[in-house]
Every structure is written in structure tokens, then in C-alpha cells.
């Protein structure tokens, strides 16, 4: 590993758990006289970034999550979203797709409300704090971890319970809590019961539990009520899931120690995973988003925690993203190297190995549910609207029956990546590798749906072929590990043919740059990977020139689209350009997009899938993973090469980051039957 990266397993605090108002009010070790009591760490701050965009309904959302599931609380104290069973399960609220879809909000009453928030240090706890004319409220927010859980352990047994305080600040505050669940994603109203001090709201195969301290009236499957909450009062709601059959009762267990016991879970893991390089805040809280849309039990890293958030308003490309796809694999395990996350790296090949099973000569499926589920079959919920009349609203993807070529190059590069963790390699990792790479030798001159997903003609797209030549490098570089001489000398030679299409049928020369796919004049931001996978180097005169033409082409204010056409600009993208100058030798334009780029997060430093070119709106699923990944390894790139880790030149080896560590990757093709062996430099 890279010297930047640390994982030093000595936590910096007590594990136990500590009173909720300790816990907010609490001094940092590197603040000692606490000037930054509750401010956040996790918030975009000590870096020379702009501010945040205020941009639209889907950025003003904060992210929960607990190891299983994920609910998103908008800045009005409403949760709009929740699937507490799993990511990709039914929601019990889910107003942020339609008004009638459910929700729970605890608000301040009357207009004249300002709002500020931020996570509590190293946490995806949530305090918001509501400022009207007779005082302030905060309310804090968090889905419960399992008691007692730290580090690694965090969210592997999760109660599915969501817990609710809210303290009187100052002045005194008249407050509404409207609890409205709505299950089967809006479909189902519950009966609701009450039993000593608890409402009971059952419907279907769904049960939720509200232990409130605000009284509240029952009344058509809703519950609402008032109380005004005085400087130094504290009221606890709690909400417990569970299934009708088969299971416990809901938990619901005290919210204080719900919220403490989450905040040292969270510090737990923060504490193992200590990134050294530059834009530390930003990388830490990225971070904690990709644990965050981890599924703990398996190890899957979720795309985003929601479905159908449009890519465009009023459009129709709306998807469910509550998957986990293998294009991302590769990428995310760097992410996790560079985030000194090497454990749940190896979780994730891991899990990746076992939901692929024995791979033959069938194709390699494109993406999985979280516990490895194949049939993701796509339906429409024509009962819901939509957020903000974007229709339709689908559950499901059926990408899940694509063919995408670039996954062989995804996993391979994600196998020489944690080379080291698989020496020795068993026989089953060594067959699924080995099928892979003689996959890549078959069907790269195959047309495919490409990295973006298009659902209409395959086109022989050239980020897959670019992948498939990853492939067939990697397996290479493994040498005898992998396969005999014959293997070796085929997967080289099919390597050279690969590059030397790309090469030839990849270049337009009327444009100056490569472009989507063969023989096209279409540009497309993927052909930014080139460099970071290390098929040619960025200061390649075509290289460059391509780079220069697609920043001129399909970016503004530092925002790239992925084609042009596309609706929004997109954010891993983005990122990816801001690499591409970094190895270019372009270091200062490259940091100024990072910084940039870094801005555009919302007010607790989330990204969407796409930001509006126009007005700044994050768009798409919410929040996205890629983009918190393409974050995460812009900022290790730009570190390693500030640090004088990368030398780019023309004539000498290209020094690639791939993870944590500097892979020299020639750009000259290496003899048929030839190549590096494991450990090459």
C-alpha cells in the first residue's frame, strides 16, 4: 500500500457508550478548547472549495443508514424514504417519489423557519436544527446499529429500527409530528393500533412499532400531533420494523441510546480507516457513504440507496439503482484501498466470487441483488407519479439481461489488485479468472450494451474493448499463477489484437480524438478510462488531444456529460477528468476541478448520480456511490502525483494508480508470449 494510506486498528476513543447530549456536545482530540463543538468534520470545510449549490428537492436530503437498509430526511425534518427490511425492499415511506407515498416529519410549525445541519464527526448520525422567531429546535436522527457493535461489525445484525430526539434549544418551539406509513411503496395503508404507548400500524407482511413521546391521534392510518418544546426538553420517538409473520415483535429500544450507541459504532469504523492524503475530510466522509450503502451481511456495495430519481425531470430514464453492479467492482475496491478500507475490499471480492459461481462459457451477469440474486426483472409502479412527474417509477433493472463486456476487465483488474490477499489463489478463484480471460478472448470483438447501459442496439463500444484488453493485460501479468505457457502466449496475443483495433477503429482523426465507439464521431466521457487502467498514458499526443476534445466538447463549469445529448452532467465523469490532467502533467488545472467538483456536493457533502450542466441540481439517484468512489480516487491520484508518485512521460513506462498501490503498465505491447510476471514494476 501506498505510504499515504493508514489503517491503524487502535481506536482514538472509549468504546463505550456515552449520554446523547455528551455525545453532541463532545470535544474533538484535535479540538481541545471546543471551538468546533457540534460542527461536522464530515461537512465540506477546511479546504479552499466554493460553497455548496443549493440544487433542488433530491440534494436537499440527508443519508441514514444501518449495514442493511438506508432512509433519506429531507432539510423539513421528513423522512421520505425508507426500505427497512433491505435496500431494495418495499419503502415505507417513500414521498420523495410521490406525496401520497408516506412519510414521517417532525417540523417546526409556520413558515418562517432556517434551517442549518450537518452528520455528528465521523458519523451519518443527522442533527438538524430548526431556528424560528421563538427559539430553536434540533432534531437528531439515526438508524440504530446493533448494541454494542464496533468497527467491522457495525450493521451486520442491524434492528431496523429508526430513532427520532428532539431537544429544545432555546425559547420555546411549537412542533408537529405526522407519522404516515405507507407500505408496499405507497400501495397500502396499515390499520394502526394503539397499546400501552405504542402504535401499532400493521398491513401485508409489513409491521412498524412508534413509541412517541409527542401524544399523538390516530386517524385513517395516520397519526398526528403538537408539543412545544421548551429550551432543555427532550422528546424520543422510535420506530421499530418488522415482518407480520415469522419474526419479533419490532424493537424499540431506547432512542437515546439508540442515537449514542450509533455514534460510537460509527466513530468505531472511522477510527480503523484513517486516509492520509489530500482532501481528507472529503475522502473520510466518502468513505462512510460506500460503508454506508454496503450491505453488511454479504459485503455488497449498493449503486444508490433509491429508485427511479430521474436523470433528467419529466423524463423517462429512471432506474432502480438498490443493486450491486460488477462495472463499479474494480473501481470500488480502489476506492476502498485508497480509503484504507483493505477489509472490506477483500469482503467485496469475496462476495463478488461467490455470487458469480462457476463461470464457463455463459455470459457473466452484469449485476446482482444484494445477496447475489440473478432475476432483477423491471416492472412499472403505475400508482406513483413520480418525483416531480418523472415517469416511470420501476422496481427492478432489466440491464441485470445485458451484455456488457467490460465487467471481464472490472474483475480481473480487481483480482490483480488484491493479488496479494489471493496467494495463494485457490482453485475456484483461479478457474472463475481463467474463464474470464478466455472470455475477453472471445467476445471483444463482440458488440455489446456498453458501460452506460443503452437499451437499444449493441455497438462495439470502445470503453468495453479497452476493458477487455484490462483483462487480458491482467491475466497476463499473472503469469504462471494463473495459466500454463499456452494460456499466457493466447491471452498476450489476443491482448495485441485488441489494442491494435482500438487503436485503429477507435481514433477519428476529423474530431482528434477517441471516440464512443468504432468507427464513430460520437464523444463519449468514458474513453477517459484509457489512462486510469493504463492503455495508453494521458500525455500520448492522442491521448492528450482527447482529453482537450472531450472537456471542450461535453463540459461546463467543470461538469462532464457522459456524451453529448446527455442530459446531465455526471460526476464520476467528472472526476475521472480531473485524473486524466493530473497524469497529464497538468497538476494545478487538475486540482482546481477537483475543488470544483468538490463544491458541488450538497449541504453534508452528498452527490447524486448527475448534476444540471444548467442550474446546478444534483439529479438521479440519491445518494450515488459512483460518485463518492470517483471522489475517493481522483483525490488518491491527485495526492500520489503532488507526492511525485506518478513521472508521466512519454518515452518510459506509464505509472498508473490502480487501488492503493503504482502499477507500471508499458504503453509498448509486449512480445506474443511474453510478459510481466506477478510482481512486475
Given at each position: 500500500m501506498a505510504s499515504s494510506f493508514v489503517n491503524d486498528r487502535r481506536s482514538r476513543r472509549p468504546a463505550e457508550v456515552t449520554p446523547v447530549g455528551a455525545v453532541i456536545r463532545a470535544r474533538r482530540a484535535d479540538d481541545p478548547v471546543g471551538q468546533n463543538a457540534g460542527r461536522s468534520r464530515n461537512?465540506?470545510?477546511?479546504?479552499?472549495?466554493?460553497?455548496?449549490?443549493?440544487?433542488?428537492?433530491?440534494?436537499?436530503?440527508?443519508?441514514l443508514a444501518d449495514g442493511r437498509s438506508a432512509a433519506l430526511?429531507?432539510?423539513?425534518?421528513?423522512?421520505?424514504?425508507?426500505?427497512?427490511?433491505?435496500?431494495?425492499s418495499p419503502s415505507v415511506f417513500g414521498r420523495i417519489l410521490d406525496d401520497r407515498a408516506g412519510h414521517f416529519t417532525i417540523a417546526p410549525e409556520g413558515d418562517d423557519v432556517r434551517v442549518t445541519r450537518s452528520y455528528l464527526d465521523d458519523t451519518l448520525v443527522l442533527r438538524t436544527v430548526f431556528h424560528t422567531g421563538t427559539g430553536s429546535v434540533a432534531v437528531t436522527d439515526a438508524l440504530a446499529l446493533e448494541p454494542g457493535a464496533r468497527g467491522h461489525d457495525i450493521g451486520l445484525r442491524s434492528p431496523r429500527v429508526l430513532a427520532r430526539l428532539v431537544e429544545g434549544l432555546s425559547g420555546e418551539v411549537p412542533v408537529r409530528v405526522e407519522f404516515v406509513p405507507r407500505f408496499e411503496y405507497g400501495r397500502v395503508t396499515a390499520y394502526l393500533t394503539r397499546s400501552d404507548g405504542v402504535i401499532d400500524a400493521r398491513a401485508g407482511a409489513c409491521r412498524l412499532s412508534l413509541r412517541s413521546d409527542v401524544p399523538l391521534a390516530c386517524r385513517h392510518g395516520d397519526a398526528v400531533g403538537r408539543a412545544t418544546v421548551r429550551a432543555g426538553d427532550t422528546l424520543r420517538l422510535t420506530l421499530g420494523?418488522?415482518?407480520?409473520?415469522?419474526?419479533?415483535?419490532?424493537?424499540?429500544?431506547?432512542?437515546?441510546?439508540?442515537?449514542?450507541?450509533?455514534?460510537?459504532?460509527?466513530?468505531?469504523?472511522?477510527?480503523?480507516?484513517?486516509?492520509?492524503?489530500?482532501?481528507?475530510?472529503?475522502?473520510?466522509?466518502?468513505?462512510?457513504?460506500?460503508?454506508?450503502?454496503?450491505?453488511?451481511?454479504?459485503?455488497?456495495?449498493?449503486?444508490?440507496?433509491t429508485t427511479s430519481l430521474p436523470e433528467r425531470l419529466g423524463g423517462d430514464r429512471n432506474y432502480d439503482y438498490r443493486y450491486v453492479w460488477v462495472r463499479d467492482f474494480s473501481l470500488t475496491l480502489q476506492a476502498l484501498w485508497r480509503s484504507a478500507c483493505p477489509d472490506e475490499a477483500d469482503r467485496q471480492f469475496s462476495w463478488v466470487a461467490r455470487a458469480m459461481g462457476r463461470i464457463d462459457d455463459g455470459r457473466v451477469p452484469i449485476m446482482y441483488g444484494v445477496e447475489g440474486e440473478r432475476d432483477l426483472t423491471e416492472h412499472t409502479l403505475d400508482h406513483l407519479r413520480g418525483y416531480a412527474d418523472s415517469r416511470p417509477v420501476l422496481v427492478g433493472n432489466d440491464a441485470w439481461k445485458q451484455r456488457q463486456n467490460d465487467v471481464l476487465g472490472e474483475i480481473l483488474d480487481a483480482a490483480w489488485l488484491m493479488r496479494h490477499y489471493l496467494d495463494p489463489m485457490s482453485p475456484d478463484v483461479r478457474h472463475l479468472l481463467c474463464a474470464l480471460a478466455d472470455q475477453a478472448v472471445r467476445a471483444w470483438h463482440l458488440p455489446d450494451s456498453g458501460m452506460w447501459e443503452t437499451r437499444d442496439a449493441e455497438r462495439h463500444y470502445l470503453s468495453s474493448k479497452v476493458q477487455c484488453w484490462t483483462a487480458l493485460d491482467r491475466a497476463v501479468r499473472f503469469g504462471p499463477?494463473?495459466?500454463?505457457?499456452?494460456?499466457?502466449?493466447?491471452?498476450?496475443?489476443?491482448?495485441?489484437?485488441?489494442?491494435?483495433?482500438?487503436?485503429?477503429?477507435?481514433?477519428?482523426?476529423?474530431?482528434?480524438?477517441?471516440?464512443?465507439?468504432?468507427?464513430?464521431?460520437?464523444?463519449?466521457?468514458?474513453?477517459?478510462?484509457?489512462?486510469?487502467?493504463?492503455?495508453?498514458?494521458?500525455?500520448?499526443?492522442?491521448?492528450r488531444s482527447t482529453i482537450d476534445v472531450v472537456e471542450r466538447g461535453l463540459s461546463r463549469d467543470g461538469v462532464l456529460r457522459r456524451w453529448d445529448g446527455d442530459p446531465a452532467g455526471?460526476?464520476?465523469c467528472s472526476f475521472w477528468l480531473a485524473s486524466c490532467l493530473a497524469l497529464a502533467g497538468e497538476q494545478e488545472r487538475a486540482a482546481r476541478l477537483f475543488e470544483?467538483?468538490?463544491?458541488?456536493?450538497?449541504?453534508?457533502?452528498?452527490?447524486?448520480?448527475?448534476?444540471?450542466?444548467?442550474?446546478?441540481?444534483?439529479?438521479?439517484?440519491?445518494?450515488?456511490?459512483?460518485?463518492?468512489?470517483?471522489?475517493?480516487?481522483?483525490?488518491?491520484?491527485?495526492?500520489?502525483?503532488?507526492?511525485?508518485?506518478?513521472?508521466?512521460?512519454?518515452?518510459?513506462?506509464?505509472?498508473?494508480?490502480t487501488g492503493a498501490e503504482v502499477v507500471a503498465t508499458s504503453t509498448r505491447a509486449v512480445p506474443t508470449g511474453t510478459g510481466p510476471t506477478e510482481g512486475a514494476r
Open positions: 461537512a465540506v470545510r477546511g479546504v479552499r472549495v466554493p460553497r455548496p449549490v443549493d440544487s433542488g428537492r433530491i440534494s436537499e436530503h440527508g443519508f430526511v429531507d432539510r423539513h425534518g421528513s423522512v421520505n424514504w425508507w426500505c427497512p427490511a433491505r435496500f431494495d420494523y418488522a415482518p407480520t409473520y415469522g419474526g419479533d415483535d419490532p424493537a424499540l429500544p431506547d432512542a437515546d441510546r439508540v442515537v449514542a450507541d450509533a455514534v460510537a459504532g460509527w466513530r468505531s469504523w472511522a477510527d480503523l480507516h484513517d486516509y492520509r492524503g489530500h482532501y481528507r475530510d472529503q475522502v473520510r466522509l466518502s468513505a462512510m457513504v460506500v460503508q454506508g450503502m454496503t450491505y453488511q451481511p454479504s459485503g455488497a456495495v449498493v449503486a444508490a440507496a499463477r494463473l495459466g500454463d505457457p499456452a494460456d499466457i502466449r493466447r491471452w498476450a496475443r489476443a491482448r495485441d489484437e485488441v489494442r491494435a483495433a482500438v487503436l485503429e477503429r477507435g481514433w477519428n482523426d476529423r474530431l482528434g480524438a477517441y471516440t464512443g465507439a468504432f468507427d464513430s464521431d460520437r464523444l463519449d466521457a468514458s474513453v477517459l478510462l484509457m489512462p486510469l487502467v493504463g492503455f495508453l498514458p494521458a500525455d500520448d499526443p492522442r491521448m455526471f460526476v464520476i470544483q467538483l468538490a463544491g458541488r456536493v450538497n449541504d453534508l457533502g452528498l452527490y447524486a448520480e448527475q448534476i444540471d450542466q444548467t442550474t446546478g441540481e444534483q439529479l438521479g439517484n440519491f445518494p450515488q456511490a459512483f460518485s463518492h468512489i470517483g471522489l475517493i480516487n481522483a483525490a488518491g491520484l491527485l495526492t500520489d502525483v503532488a507526492e511525485r508518485r506518478h513521472e508521466v512521460s512519454a518515452d518510459r513506462p506509464h505509472l498508473v494508480a
